[in-house]
């Protein structure tokens, strides 16, 4: 999964792809690179990230994924605000990427009656506002493993099958390092929950903290980070660096699969 923001304040590129024409060109590069899915967002959900009503994420999102539509790839749209879910849906989106997991009022009723969109839910403790100011656990795999698991059942209760489902623990989004890679090494335990994961890691500040590298020199920690949380059972990664990824990721598949 290619990451386009069409934000002045990412953390890693905002400001880069703001206009439609930069994001538009960047999504075509990443799909040169050879990405399968690509993940727009109009609003950053980094760490202090700035809110952005709805009118002004649908002037972001909807011209760059209306301007896709004839490239055959199927596109996921960033959201967790029910309107966008909505236009994005009828513009051709794939996927809605929710890091509050259709918790907020209508996201639910807005996701539900489309069966051809897929619905990725992920875990986040506190807000994009609040979320690092002092995360705390007694277990974070099982506890963000029971929030999934109680999100599945409030969306199959909504009308959304099990089979349009994705979970995301949510790397980075309300943890601490070692809350971060408790969830990476134990990444295999979300597997019996029966539904696909979805690990983003690229460039995050947890790789930062590990290797010193400022965030646009992570490229090498974010590749092995995809690649753990693969070997670990991630389905879909989503990353900035395509191919890179890719060519990281074919040199494991390949050596997985040779002896099937």
């Known amino acids: 999964m290619g990451i386009i923001n069409v934000t002045p304040d990412s953390f890693s ?3 880069l792809f703001l206009s439609t024409r930069q994001a538009i060109a960047h999504a075509r590069n990443l799909i040169g690179e050879g990405a399968d899915v690509l993940d727009i967002g109009g609003e950053s959900t980094r760490p ?35 309107e966008v879910m909505k236009h ?49 656990y007694i277990d974070v795999v099982s506890e963000v493993k029971i929030f999934l698991q109680q999100r599945v059942q409030a969306a199959n209760a909504a009308g959304i099958t099990v089979n349009r489902l994705v979970i995301d623990p949510g790397f980075g989004f309300g943890k ?38 400022n965030v646009d020199q992570r490229l090498h920690e974010s590749v092995a980070a995809a690649l753990l949380a693969v070997i670990k059972g991630a389905k879909i990664v989503r990353v900035h660096d395509v191919k890179a990824s890719k060519a990281a990721l074919a040199i494991y598949t390949s050596m997985r699969d040779y002896d099937k």
Do not use: W
């Not at 994924?65 to 596109?75: F, Q, R, W």
């Not at 890091?99 to 009723?109: D, F, H, I, Q, Y």
């Not at 969830?183 to 290797?211: D, H």
């Open 48 to 82: 202090g990230g700035q809110y952005v009503n709805a009118d002004e994420e649908l002037t972001r999102v909807i011209p760059v994924l209306e301007a896709l539509a004839d490239t055959g790839i199927p596109i996921s749209i960033d959201t967790s605000k029910p």
């Open 88 to 136: 994005a849906i009828e513009a051709g989106a794939f996927m809605i990427n929710d890091v509050n997991a259709l918790r907020n009022p209508g996201t639910l009723e807005a996701v539900a009656p489309h069966n051809h969109v897929q619905v990725c839910l992920m875990h986040m403790q506190g807000t994009p506002q609040s979320m690092q100011t002092n995360p705390q």
């Open 13 to 15: 590129d905002g400001g």
């Open 176 to 213: 601490t390092l070692q809350h971060n890679l408790s969830l990476l090494n134990r990444l295999n335990e979300f597997t019996t929950l029966g539904i696909p994961i979805l690990a983003g890691l690229s460039r995050k500040s947890m790789l930062g903290a590990i290797t010193g590298n």
